[in-house]
């Protein structure tokens, strides 16, 4: 196992799924955002392509959500026109490259997934998970929905590292 995988599972409590790579690390080198599998080895879809690790990450991103944060960044993605383009572009995005990774794989679910959006969201609806379009954002800068989302966590990141707290 290598490092990576092996510092994620730490953080995740398991072994990841769909690991593919690490993709945003922390100001400690640790991973924070990591790339998934279209599909895990098993062949069952796994619709996050990027995918929050950093624990610090992880419970902030979750108390916006448990103060209302889905409904509200919901709200403001179908009320302002910015917003609602910027998730737009993103969804495609996540398409293009859901399929790219996939590589012509299409999994158990003869590729249905391949067709989901940030967060493995249908074409409308709840934004679902804050934590995949933090983790979109981060991943890929300019997702203007997903870098607000970020801008509420304060702070961005913490003052030792989650992941190996002896690291300062």
Not at 8 to 35: K, M, N, Y
Not at 101 to 122: H, I, K, N, P, Y
Request: negative net charge.
């Amino acid at each position: 196992m290598d490092a990576d995988r092996a510092a994620v599972a730490r953080q995740i409590g398991r072994e990841p799924r769909a690991f593919s790579r690490v993709v945003v690390r922390c100001p400690f080198g640790r991973p924070a955002v990591t790339e998934q599998s279209p599909y895990d080895p098993d062949g069952e879809p796994f619709p996050t392509t990027y995918y929050v690790t950093c624990r610090h990450l992880v419970a902030a991103i979750s108390r916006i959500e448990a103060a209302g944060g889905v409904d509200r960044w919901t709200q403001a993605a179908n009320d302002d026109p910015t917003l609602a383009e910027s998730r737009a572009k993103a969804d495609d995005e996540q398409r293009v490259l859901r399929r790219e990774l996939a590589a012509g794989e299409t999994g158990r679910d003869g590729g249905a997934s391949l067709e989901l959006g940030v967060g493995g969201a249908g074409r409308t609806g709840s934004l679902k998970c804050l934590h995949a379009h933090a983790a979109f954002a981060l991943a890929r800068p300019g997702y203007e929905l997903g870098e607000r989302i970020v801008a509420e966590l304060d702070p961005r990141w913490p003052d030792r590292c989650c992941t190996d707290p002896g690291i300062h």
